[in-house]
Each structure stands twice: as C-alpha cells, then as structure tokens.
C-alpha cells in the first residue's frame, strides 16, 4: 500500500497495531483505507486525543461498522496511573505504565488559570546526563505520538481543566524521537485534539544538531528549548555525555540558524551545579555563547537527585549569575521552582517507585 508522506515510520497494514502509533497522516490513511471520508479521521481524532475516549465503542457519532471495523484493526489501551504525587503548591506528577509494561512520567503545573503539563517522549533516555533521574535508568523504547498526546490530555482531565501549554520535558530526548514527537505535539495542538496554541508547545533537546534544523523548517511556530548546563566542551562532555557529538561551537551555529530561519527565541536551559558549572569560568563561557544573538538564559538551581553527588549553588550566587547575564545584554530568567516538596525532577518518580518495588 502507498504511504502517504508525513506518517510514521509504521505502515499502515492489516495486521493488528496500536492506534497511539498513528499519526494525523497515519489515521487519515487508515480511516482511507477502510473506505471512510476525509472527515471521519478529524472525528476519530477528536475522540481519541480530544475525548480520550476509552474504547471505539465510546465513539457514537461513528456508524457502528465502522467501529468494528477499527477495534478489529487497532488496540485501543490508555496509559494507567500507577502512581501520583501532589505537591503542596498544587503540582501533581504522574507516573504511568503503558500497555507493554514500561513506566513514563508527567507533571501537571497549575499557575492561575494556566496548567503546564510537562510530559515525556522515551521511556528513559540514553543520554546518561549525570545530574538527571532519568539519564541514570538507561534507555527503554520510544514512546509513540499518541501515547504523548495521552498523557496530556489525562493529567487535564484529572485538573478537570484544559491544558494551556505543554512541555516536552518530561522523560526521553524529543529528538531522537522526531517523528513521534511531531506527530504528538500535531495531535496537542489540532483544533480537535487539545487544541493547544503551537506557542503554547514546548520541546526541549539535549542539542541534537539535526533535530534542530528540521524543526526550524516545521511550518508551525512550536517552542525551543536546548539544554545547554555548560559552554565549556569540557565540562559538557563530562555532564552530558551522550550529547558530545554535537559539540557546542556547531550547536551554536544551529541555533542561530534557527533564529534567522524560524524567527524564534529560544531557551537556553541550564541547570546550575555547584562547583561544576557555577564557576567564574564557567560563567565567563556562557556569556560568550549567549552574548549577540536571538536567545534567552533560564537559569535553573539543579534539583539534587540522591546518588549524583550534586547540590546547588546558594541563593546569592544564582543571583549573581543572573544579574552578569543581564549586564552583558542577554535576556535571563530564574526559573521558580516548583513540587519541591514531591520528587519533581526529571524521572525521580520512577527511580523511587521501582526502588520501592524492590
Ligand atoms: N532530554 C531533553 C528533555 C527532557 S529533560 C533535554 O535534556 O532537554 C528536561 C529538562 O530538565 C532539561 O533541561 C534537563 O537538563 C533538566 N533536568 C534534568 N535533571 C535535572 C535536575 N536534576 N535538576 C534540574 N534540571 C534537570
Ligand atoms: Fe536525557 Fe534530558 Fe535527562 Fe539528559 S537531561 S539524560 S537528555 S532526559
């Protein structure tokens, strides 16, 4: 069968396959294939992704047939909460089994009316950061576009609200994901899906070079951020080392590119560690990667995970950092940090839950 262009790296095919796999392209070429309208695609999005509806029978404006003829086809299986920790400041963070067994996190971030759901790409990430939960599991599988669109839409029902923004920051490196990741962040942001402004959407990358430049080229103006954590190679290829093979001088490139390609301003994120890349140095060499160009520093105080020997600088010294930032002309910001009092950062949730476990 012809593929159309755009679909996942899955075919669509007669044997059985897990709806979540599809993406937009993916559906309207399986609803094509069993003889349906253009239409009928947009329909079966609005439930799945829209209404989360729980089994195709749940999908009653669709001709009974046709239901039949999609639950013969496709398995239709939500992710389950196997756990949820609610922070005093109203944060909730989630963690889910999906249908073979492996767990990914999300966390819902309610501000005002607002509600951030920072959500996953991969189960684990092979990335191996040393201060992050999750870099320390190793690697499971990729998570498939509706299985991101899910646990957004589930962790807004369970505020009984809308997402307003949602964040690719949970589990996983997006972009070792690509295609998944577009089709998911496509599903948040359909007018029938959870219709989620594209501004509104947010992935953030270790830095992998190649992610970037098609994203720049997406025709739609989704949000970038990179993870940066320090402008000296040295030091980054000790911190993040799965991400040296971009080394920073061609990540800098990338991003200006970007900028001029995309029209867009993206974050820099970086975790300040104590001792490690809160030094004078260390300082001095991000305010020449960040100096002159389209760019904005979200300083983060490291959220210390047992077992990666890090801490954080103190109050005045982020302060510090801050304001040299602000002094040599670049846009910088502290993020505020919020569910401090639950296991917050990146895959902590799933490190406690499996050591509770045994
Ligand atoms: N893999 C992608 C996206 C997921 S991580 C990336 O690295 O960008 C989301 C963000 O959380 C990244 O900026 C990451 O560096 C940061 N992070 C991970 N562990 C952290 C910790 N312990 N404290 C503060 N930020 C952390
Ligand atoms: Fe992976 Fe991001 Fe964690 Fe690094 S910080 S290990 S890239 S999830």
């Known amino acids: ?77 939500h992710p389950v909460v196997l756990d949820v920790q609610r922070a005093s400041d109203g944060t909730r963070k989630y963690l889910w089994e999906l249908p073979d067994g492996v767990s990914v996190e999300s966390v819902g971030i309610p501000l005002g009316d607002r509600l951030t759901v920072c959500y996953s790409t991969q189960a684990g990430c092979a990335m191996g950061c040393t201060f992050c939960a999750t870099g320390r599991g190793g690697f499971a599988r990729n998570l498939l576009p509706g299985e991101m669109a899910w646990q957004v839409a589930l962790v807004a029902r369970d ?53 970037i430049r098609r994203f720049a080229a997406e025709p739609e103006q989704f949000t970038l951020a990179v993870s940066l954590h320090s402008a000296v190679q040295e030091t980054r290829d000790r911190i993040m080392p ?31 560690i104590a001792g ?6 260390e300082i001095a060499a991000l305010v020449s990667f960040a100096r002159g160009w389209l760019c904005h520093v979200n300083l983060i105080p490291v959220n210390p995970v047992p ?17 040299v930032l602000r002094n040599a002309g670049i846009e910088a910001s502290v993020r505020v940090e919020r569910g401090s009092d639950i296991d917050a950062a990146c895959g902590q949730l799933s490190q406690r839950y499996r050591a509770g476990r045994g």
């Not at 159309?4 to 294939?33: C, F, K, M, W, Y």
């Not at 964040?167 to 998911?184: C, D, I, K, R, S």
Request: charged letters at 20%.
């Open 242 to 272: 799965g991400a040296c093979k971009w080394p920073l001088r061609a990540l800098k490139t990338a991003l200006v590119d970007y900028t001029a390609g995309a029209g867009r301003r993206p974050t820099l994120e970086y975790a300040l």
């Open 307 to 323: 077992g990666t020997g890090t801490s954080r600088p103190d109050d005045r010294r982020i302060a510090e950092v801050a304001s």
């Open 159 to 211: 505020f009984g609200t809308r997402a307003s923004n949602a964040v690719a920051m949970g589990q996983g490196e997006p972009f070792l994901n690509y295609e998944a990741t577009l089709g998911g962040l496509r599903f948040l942001n359909a007018p029938d899906g959870q219709a989620i402004g594209a501004r509104h959407l947010t992935v953030s990358t270790c830095g992998v070079i190649p992610g």
């Open 276 to 281: 490690q890349n809160d030094t004078h140095a």
């Open 1 to 77: 069968m012809a593929r159309e262009p755009g679909t996942t790296d899955l075919p669509v095919s007669p044997a059985r396959q897990d709806i979540a796999s599809l993406d937009q392209a993916g559906l309207a070429a399986a609803l094509a294939a069993l003889g349906q309208p253009a239409y009928r695609a947009r329909q079966v999005l609005a439930w799945l992704y829209g209404r989360l509806a729980p089994s195709f029978d749940e999908m009653t404006d669709l001709p009974a047939s046709l239901r039949q003829g999609l639950a013969d086809r496709f398995d239709l299986t």
